[in-house]
Each structure stands twice: as C-alpha cells, then as structure tokens.
Nanobody, 122 residues
C-alpha cells in the first residue's frame, strides 16, 4: 500500500512563495507517475504539474507555467516550488501517484494524499 502525505501549505500574500512536499512511503516498486493537483471550493479538481515515470519529463498546467516547479528525489518524494503566487492559486493541493503510466483523467490516479491548504491573499 502506498501512502502519500503532503505538507508545506499555508497562507501567503500575493507574490509570495511556498514549497509543498509529498512524503511517499509503502511499497512503490517500479516507476510511478506522480503529480500535484488542486481543488478550490466549488470547482473541479485540476492537474497542476506531474512527473512522468522515470523522472525525465514533466508537464505543467498553463496557469502555473513559469511560476511553479515540480521535482522529485530518489525516494519518490515529490515537491512543488510555487513562486509568484496569485489569489487564484488558492486551493487544497493534493499529491497523487499512479504506477507505470500518467493517465489523462485525475480520477485514474490510484493513490492520493489528504491534501494541504494553500491560501493566497491579495
């Protein structure tokens, strides 16, 4: 069983930065697609960024390109450096993992953390 635990959320003013961490544990044999998603109240969960299996390729939502950076360490822990934060980045951020492939629909990800709240004030 895979466990994902997010940390690093908080409240920050617009233009500020936060670094989210996702501690991965459990039996994670082989390659995983790992990503960050977010969900604001009343909105659908959306993909923010992901790392493809093997770690050599990343992708970002257009809304965060140039501001957010996803990274991963050898222990499969996942990070999200968020700079130049905007009020519209306010949401609960979730870490997710899926074995072997990155699926297009977030509902296809097999493992999820509980999330960490990010609030950006103007």
């Amino acid at each position: 069983q895979v466990q994902l635990v997010e940390s690093g959320g908080g409240s920050v003013q617009a233009g500020g930065s936060l670094r989210l961490s996702c501690a991965a544990s459990g039996y994670m044999y082989g390659s995983y697609c790992m990503g960050w998603f977010r969900q604001a109240p009343g909105k659908e969960r959306e993909e923010v960024a992901k790392v493809y299996p093997g770690g050599g390729r990343t992708s970002y939502a257009d809304s965060v390109k140039g501001r957010f950076t996803i990274s991963q360490d050898n222990a499969k822990n996942l990070y999200l450096q968020m700079n130049s934060l905007k009020p519209e980045d306010t949401a609960r951020y979730y870490c997710a993992a899926n074995p072997l492939v990155c699926v297009r629909d977030h509902r296809g990800f097999g493992y999820w953390g509980q999330g960490t709240q990010v609030t950006v004030s103007s």
